[in-house]
């Protein structure tokens, strides 16, 4: 077979990931990058695309809560076509990379989510796999979760979670509602295990991580606050080095003051969009278990007010750690690429602009996070330039 030729993107910014390249190239070669090096550098034999001016170029964003995009809540769809659909829509906003969602549903349709994931992430490479949130959760803070479905996990469960597979697997579960050892045997096998929808207390936590829980889904939202006698969970995430938490930065489903004092934990975090079907779509309402919710200020609220996800997206997401939280943008992205693909194992190939890596950019204007271009190994057939 002959080698794909290389080619090369030339950007006035170039973020690798760790440290930002002025007037320099990425260099790719098939799915994989070649160097990133200074324009001047660039072999002449090799053909160029240069960005417009003041554009950066940067690793793709990865967006591990995806529960719906492009019209498809991956509920009502979880399917390849669906996966495919919902990846296409946050394309236009700079993910290449991302865990489609499955909220709180029938042990069936988590059956239905899993053989879907593994059935399309050998040939859409932005797939990474599967997220589900619950159905282990509490009954106590469901947020728009259906209760019916709440439940604690059977043995068929668990044989069905650690099952061969394809792509990661990342599981969102309150402790309290896992038997002791449940987290440890998804964990030896490779799951990603984060709290949420959780009133388990700080030690009930502490004794989650112990057992292998690293993730905090959507921190403060939806689990036991943070108290003066009962630091709960929120305390675990924030002490500990081995946490992983995920922030949504929309300005309304956490106060930007309290987002500003996760930052400064010892935990690691990364920002999800827990985005809905009208991201990337043509329609403001939407039904989730036979509940109407509609977008109002990029959030989506059910008819008595209850946060049903969001629209928001990660390019928004990023632009909003720099608006609300005084992050500079390297650092905001790092928290849209280095950060997620860490937490779920992909740091050796995702997240940076570095040789050997897969090629996933995202190219965009700074001023307003408008998109300019993608690629998701190194397959420029995702573009977005106008």
Known sequence: MTEPAPHAVVADHVFDGNSVHERAAVIMQGARIAQVVPRADVPRTISVRTLPEGAWLAPGFIDLQVNGGGDVLFNDQPTSEGIC???????????????????????????????????VVDREPGVLGLHLEGPYLSPE??????????????????????????????????????????????????????????????????????????????????????????????????????????LIVDGVHVDPAMLRLALRGLGHPLLVTDAMPPVGGSRSSFTLHGKNIAVRDSCCFTND??????????????????????????????????????????????????????ADLVAFDPDDMTILATWVAGSSEYRTLQ
Request: hydrophobic content about 45%; proline content about 7%.
């Open 85 to 119: 659909t919902i990846a296409a829509a946050h394309r236009k906003f700079g993910t290449t990379g991302l865990l489609p969602t499955l909220i709180t549903d029938t042990q069936e349709k988590v059956r239905l989510a899993l053989h879907a994931v593994s059935a």
């Open 305 to 358: 007010g209850t946060l049903a996800g969001t629209a928001l997206d990660m390019a928004t997401a990023v632009k909003n750690c720099i608006r609300l939280l005084g992050l500079s943008l390297p650092e905001a992205l790092r928290l849209a690429s280095v950060n997620p693909a860490t937490f779920i194992g992909l740091e050796h190939m995702l997240g940076r602009l570095v040789p050997g890596y897969r």
């Open 141 to 246: 803070i469901p947020g728009v979760h259906d209760i019916g479905c709440l439940r604690r996990p059977a043995a068929d469960d668990l044989s069905m979670l650690i099952a061969p597979r394809k792509g990661v697997l990342l599981v969102t579960l309150a402790p309290e509602m896992v038997p002791p050892g449940f987290i440890a045997q998804l964990a030896a096998v490779g799951v990603r295990v984060s709290l949420g929808h959780s009133m388990a207390s700080y030690l009930q936590t502490r004794a989650a991580m112990a057992e292998g829980l690293r993730g905090f889904t959507h921190l403060f939202n939806a689990m036991r606050p943070l108290g003066s006698r009962e630091p709960g969970p929120i305390a675990q995430a924030l002490e500990s080095t081995d946490a992983w938490y995920g």
